[in-house]
């Protein structure tokens, strides 16, 4: 199942095509093939253990998909892993920054490995974004875990990616730097950047993604702009429990 | 309250089992009960060219480091255990979750590590030995005190480490007094009696001569060493949030000759922040070679002229090339899998972090070498230590990658490792005994080092980074 999202002007700038990862007996991703186009706040939906990190890891070369292929801002993720982390902004869900740099020191250490330049001034305008900036001289071991994550995110668009892809992005945040995060995923994504998000909070993707697909048990189930639920009259939730249900009992 | 160490018990082994199969983490007793039975063969062998005590001295020293080197990795910490397995929690670090005491679980885990790893290592040894004791016309009974005495070696090395590292995380200034106190028993011992002060290692006592006072006596040292580490144990130490300041541009500036200064300066500050550089060096190398040394120097007799210091080099250089393990211990890949960082780019951070500590085993056997009167010597003695050291490393970096710690109980890597590294070291053993100045021979050894490195990077690039 694919279909292509926005309007025909716009490139494709992620790619999937027969994406599988089977782990031992379990097929993480099953066959799934879909496509982001630039600019778009892409939400890729499900439950727990529906795939979605599976497929993060996979779009940025940080596992290898057992079939089909994947091209990420023109370049093919098995092949060129390491172009495509260069290009991208990647917050994995459960990764934390190095214990015992210093929320400056990270980010600088992550300017040195990208060759940014200016990285001062980038990392202190982020320190004060997100309202850190008391705690950069602090071990990362010793960061609360919603300032870990304010610095994941930070090291993750430092750079200005094209495309930045966030597993579960608000998970650690306080409901002020919730609203602060969305509102500058949402402005990043009207500058022409494209914002691939993986959630199982149905709410926030509904709020900004402007499309989204669910996986369930691996397999894609649906994929489409939020604004045909919008015209509907539908909201995201019910049209993902129903979905998912009914996969459940098939 | 015996459901605790039940329950860490069973985590020990599904951590290992996870990492390896459980078949793969199953064979490894099964490998050392085949080893000390088969070795056991080779005794009446050795017996004609070695008094049986020497022998009986190095097995216990050998359990005597073994000690050190769990009570080393049980105390690597929290920090490690998340760095190295990413999400896992373990239950020695769940006081906070847990109505139980710091000390209460902390002398679970330290009685789990005891009992876990006696079956693991030091029984297999015994019961090889035992069964193979009616074949080689070792008496039962001796075979059995064997088995009493090396756990008694292992348990010495574990509680020594339990308690100086307990030490160490109270006052470093009261463990640097410790170790001075304990160097200076031992030169006295030797400035007055003239006798080596590892013939009075109490276990290798207990085996050349048992006697119940002593042994009950070792056994209340042992208590009362474990009693006092629990006592000393501070599981709010680590609590303290450290605010420091920026030592990363200033090094990366330090570093900016090397390949990667990034990941260069990054470990270096990982390895002096979490007190390892310090700590390690320490109890993973200064201690267990003084130790070595006492031992081995009872070898001296059997051993050609300056054959003491090449030994002693090559068991340095072995030694050494675990500093691998020192700089991979903090990180597993996923730290690196969001930035434009390739597996092989990492270990080739990690070697040449690894060649920059390589001054501590460089400046060790040359110091050495002018304290025993063997100046002449250094030079190939400092090239035999390192060449030992790149090439086991080399090794290891094949075989494991990024996971040396992870990947020892894995039979098939473990053996691979041990026919590689015994083979040169037989090889170097033998030169370096034959003309002191044909250990620089060794350099050789930096050819396969440099190929298992290169053959290293394209292997861990085609895998997928392992994760917990």
């Known amino acids: 199942m694919k279909v292509c999202l926005e309007s025909e002007q716009m490139s494709v700038i992620l790619e999937a095509k027969d994406l599988s990862k089977v782990y031992g007996e379990v097929n993480a991703v099953n066959h799934v093939s879909l496509a982001v186009k630039e600019g778009a706040l892409f939400g890729l939906l499900g439950p727990n253990g529906s795939g979605k990190t599976t497929m993060i890891k996979m779009l940025t070369g940080q596992v290898r998909p057992t079939s089909g292929s994947a091209t990420v801002l023109g370049l093919d993720v098995e092949k060129d892993p390491v172009g495509v982390r260069a290009q991208v902004g990647i917050i994995p869900e459960q990764e934390t920054p190095p214990s015992f740099l210093t929320a400056r020191e990270y980010l600088d250490f992550v300017g040195a490995v ?119 009259d539908e909201h995201l939730s019910s049209f993902f429990l129903s979905l998912v249900r009914k996969d459940r009992h098939a | 309250m015996l459901d605790l160490f039940k329950n860490m018990v069973k985590e020990e082994w599904r951590m290992h089992s996870t990492m390896f199969g459980s078949l793969s983490f199953a064979m490894f007793p099964v490998m050392i009960f085949g ?50 397995f990413g999400q896992a929690s373990l239950l020695a670090y769940s006081a906070r979750s847990l109505p139980l005491s710091g000390q209460f679980i902390f002398s679970n885990f330290v009685v789990k590590d005891l009992i876990y790893y006696f079956f693991l290592w030091v029984f297999p040894f015994g019961l090889g030995y035992i069964l193979a004791s009616p074949f080689i016309g070792v008496p039962l009974a001796g075979a059995l005190l064997l088995l009493l ?13 339990f308690f100086l590292s307990t030490v160490y995380a109270r006052s ?22 003239g006798t080596n002060p590892a013939l009075f290692f109490p276990p290798l006592l207990l085996y050349l001569s048992f006697s119940y006072p002593l042994f009950l006596l070792t056994c209340a040292a042992l208590a009362i060493l474990f009693a006092v580490s629990v006592a000393l144990f501070d599981p709010q130490e680590t609590e303290k949030t450290r605010e420091v300041k920026n030592s990363f541009a200033p090094l990366l500036a330090k570093f900016s000759f090397l390949p990667n200064p990034p990941l260069a300066a990054k470990d270096m500050i990982d390895l002096y922040r979490s007190g390892s550089v310090v700590g390690q060096t320490l109890f993973s190398f200064i201690i267990p070679l003084a130790v070595i040394w006492f031992f081995l120097s009872l070898l001296g007799p059997y051993l050609p002229p300056h054959g003491l210091l090449f030994m002693f080099a090559i068991v340095a250089g072995v030694i050494a090339s675990t500093m691998y393990t020192w700089v991979t211990m903090f990180d597993n890949f996923g730290p690196y899998a969001c930035l434009p960082v390739a597996v092989s780019t990492l270990i080739s951070g990690k070697v040449t972090t690894f060649s920059l500590l390589q001054i ?20 190939p003695a400092v090239v035999l230590c390192l060449a030992i050291s790149f090439y086991a490393a080399g090794v290891m970096v094949w075989l494991t990658g990024l996971s040396p710690n992870v990947l020892v109980y894995d039979v098939k890597v473990l053996v691979i490792y041990l026919a590689l590294v015994g083979l040169a070291l037989t090889i170097f053993t033998g030169i370096a005994f034959a003309s002191p100045l044909f250990a620089i021979a060794s350099l050789v050894l930096l050819v396969p080092a440099w190929l298992f490195i290169r053959k290293a990077k394209v292997k861990w690039d085609a895998v997928d980074p392992a994760g917990f």
């Open chain 2, 35 to 84: 080893i000390a039975f088969m070795s056991s063969f080779l005794l009446p062998l050795l017996r004609t060219s070695m008094p049986a005590g020497n022998i009986a001295l190095m097995t216990h020293a050998s359990f005597l480091m073994l000690g050190f080197m769990v009570g080393a990795f049980g105390l690597l910490g929290n920090e490690v255990m998340n760095r190295r």
């Open chain 2, 360 to 379: 501590v085993p460089a400046v060790f056997i040359a110091a050495v070498a002018v304290l025993t009167g063997e100046a002449a010597n250094l030079v």
């Open chain 1, 114 to 232: 990208r060759k940014i330049p200016d990285i001062g001034e980038k990392a202190d305008w982020w320190f004060d974004f997100l309202e850190f900036g008391d705690k950069k001289n602090v071990l990362c071991k010793d960061l609360s875990r919603g300032t870990r994550q304010k610095l994941m995110f930070a090291q993750a668009f430092v750079h200005e990616p094209a495309l930045a892809l966030i597993d579960e992005p608000l998970i650690n945040f306080d409901p002020i730097m919730q609203d602060v995060v969305k509102d500058y995923l949402a402005e990043y994504a009207k500058k022409g950047k494209t914002i691939f998000i993986s959630t199982h909070i149905l709410e926030v993707a509904e709020e900004i993604c402007s499309e989204f697909a669910i996986l369930h048990k691996g397999n894609l189930l649906h994929t489409g702009p939020v604004a045909d639920l919008t015209a509907r």
């Open chain 2, 172 to 193: 470093r200034a009261l463990l640097w007094l410790l170790v001075l106190l304990l160097g200076a028993g031992c030169g006295t011992i030797v400035a007055v009696t």
């Open chain 2, 149 to 161: 005495t090396l756990t008694l070696s292992f348990l010495s090395g574990l509680c020594v480490v």
